[in-house]
């Protein structure tokens, strides 16, 4: 699996961006695609998943309502769509995947083996 995660860059609070997630190597399949996010010296905290398989998501409180994950099966990739951005939204975001994780693990970033190289989220005020 080799992810590839683009989208990021500098917005105005209140603005949008879309992060997209492409695997170049194969189908996501039977994967759990998750997006997690890094703030500068704050640990990586879970953002939203999607199953590649029935399309079945989970948020974190902070983003629900603003942020939407969904699955694109001809592109094979994931976007997030970030709307009403926050500057506490700023951070490194990243792409991760893996198969087989229960439901309850999806916001573990330990549950996840393949992670793309992050891109940068720069929301201004």
């Known amino acids: 699996v080799q992810l590839q995660a683009s989208g990021g860059g500098p917005v105005q609070a209140g603005g949008s961006l879309r992060l997209s997630c492409v695997n170049s190597e194969r189908t996501f399949r039977r994967y759990t695609v998750a997006w997690f996010r890094q703030a500068p010296g704050a640990e990586r905290e879970f953002v939203a998943a999607i199953k590649w398989s029935g399309g079945a998501t989970d948020y974190t409180d902070s983003v629900k309502g603003r942020f939407t994950i969904s699955r694109d099966f001809a592109e094979n990739t994931v976007y997030l769509q970030m709307n009403s951005l926050k500057s506490e939204d700023t951070a490194v975001y990243y792409c991760?995947?893996?198969?087989?994780?229960?439901?309850?693990?999806?916001?573990?970033?330990?549950?996840?083996?393949?992670w793309g190289q992050g891109t940068q989220v720069t929301v201004s005020s």
């Open positions: 991760a995947a893996d198969s087989n994780i229960i439901r309850s693990s999806w916001s573990m970033s330990t549950a996840y083996d393949f």
